[in-house]
């Protein structure tokens, strides 16, 4: 079964510090990825997604993420934080086979940025 | 455009009763998911219903169930609660079934507490 392994609950930066949050997959076919952002009392927002046209991807709000097979990884980073970007992240992963919307998200990475 | 809506935004319901959520798909929207998400965690994938056909189900009992009306709008209900139930309820719709072409957009949640 497909899983996702978001490693660091929280993680802490300062404002204008790179922003990185780790996710790991486990799958034997690299699965179509994809990154949502939460914000307090609010639904999920797309940041972006792989779907194998470009192992760098980029996406909204200056965010951008590098698939690698090798490592089944799929890390998202910013070079230079925002208090703004204070917020719960959340890597997901979609199976290839099947022609389903079913997410896998992982546990979540809460993102603190301090002034 | 309107997002995705969700009704109620708050609800609180006694254990044993019953609940019924409802979601508005973005205009044009023709897949619904569901997702449940307890506090501190990821959401989980409860249903999916593609023009008025469930194309998925997570491992969740019996006691959840969904339908999707011809307006493509859709209704989650829980039959006698548990506390466990206690979670944001997220709806999601997008244009077609996969996620790789037609990405997740998410409504703000039903918080459901249950006592």
């Known amino acids: 079964a497909q899983s996702v392994t978001q490693l660091g609950s929280h993680v802490s930066v300062s404002e204008g510090a790179l922003v990185l949050l780790r996710c790991n997959y486990s799958s034997s076919v690299p699965p179509y990825l994809f990154w949502y952002v939460q914000y307090p009392n609010q639904g999920l927002q797309l940041l972006l997604k792989y779907t194998s046209a470009a192992t760098l991807v980029k996406g909204i709000n200056g965010f951008e993420a590098e698939f690698k097979k090798s490592e089944t990884s799929f890390h998202l980073t910013k070079p230079s934080a925002h208090m703004s970007d204070a917020a719960e992240y959340f890597c997901a992963v979609s199976p290839r086979s099947g022609n389903t919307g079913k997410l896998i998200f992982g546990q979540g990475t809460t993102l603190q940025v301090k002034p | 455009d309107a997002g995705v809506t969700q009704s109620p935004t708050h609800l609180i319901k006694t254990r044993g009763q019953h609940v019924t959520l409802r979601c508005s798909p973005i205009s044009g929207h023709k897949s619904v998911s569901w997702y449940q998400q307890v506090l501190g965690q990821g959401p989980q994938f409860i249903f999916q219903?593609?023009?008025?056909?469930?194309?998925g189900r997570g491992n969740f009992p019996d006691r959840f169930s969904a339908r999707q009306f011809p307006n493509y709008s859709s209704e989650l209900n829980v039959n006698a609660l548990l506390l466990g139930d206690s979670a944001l309820y997220l709806c999601?719709?997008?244009?077609?079934?996969?996620?790789?072409?037609?990405?997740?957009?998410f409504g703000n949640g039903t918080r459901l507490t249950v006592t």
């Open positions: 219903y593609y023009e008025k056909e469930e194309r």
């Open positions: 999601a719709s997008s244009y077609q079934a996969s996620s790789y072409n037609s990405p997740l957009h």
